[in-house]
């Protein structure tokens, strides 16, 4: 199975780090599907209609994988990019992401609004905040742009063009950064680290379905894809058993 993650994850590296390609109907991939119209436009109709055909119950709780995390830590960036990213691409239909970027950071009030103090410097509580206000702005992209960000050679100069490849939204993104929402948003980030029980002692700081062991720890970091498999209560989807559903590829030769 790590053969296939590896392979999930070459093929997305190529497409997040051209950021300038999109596909020619001007969705991203994970749009395809959206709508009936965003599929008939990028001609994939028969692709989503198998889709969602062999997708889980919905209405089995899904897993909820929680990462508390820094924008510039080097663990943070490895598991995000080669384990929960390529992880969710494959199981986003049983397992729900919430990023929360804060990580180590420290915060104090001057009276008007939050001062943030990072672990690699003011660089990466610039990016934390870009990333939060990300998450709070672009809604189902958010988690592609964020891996394209951190996935990048530097996080803060592949801001801009990985919003762009996937949303029209940097203006707004560029406006909650240098106002009072993003100062907020990275505060009440402070403020869901600071909850965490047991306590957080390093980062990446991994929770299933809210809970932290060293236990879980241990193994979403060892194999993130096969402990979501292994925690997913309602029928297996393809990618967990193995299965290889069958595909009416008559249409698809010219």
Known sequence: MMRVVSFAFVILCIYAGNSHSKPSCGYPMLEWCKSQEIAGECGVE??????????PNRAESSVEVGLYYESLCPGCRMFLVKQLFPTWIMLQ??????????????ESFDGKKYKFTCQHGEDECLGNMIEACVLNITGSVAFPIIFCMESAFDVEKSAQPCVEMHSSLWG???GCVKGDLGNELMHQNALRTGALQPPHKYVPWVTINGEHTDDLQQKAMSSLFHLVCSLYKGPKPPACTGA??????RASFC
Not at 244 to 249: G, H, I, K, T, V
Request: glycine share 4%; charged share 20%.
């Open 46 to 55: 028969k692709y989503c209609l198998h889709r969602n055909a062999t997708r």
């Open 93 to 106: 239909d049983i397992m729900n992401v919430q990023l929360v970027p804060y990580g180590n950071a420290q």
């Open 172 to 174: 707004a993104i560029d």
């Open 244 to 249: 290889q559903p069958a595909l009416d590829l």
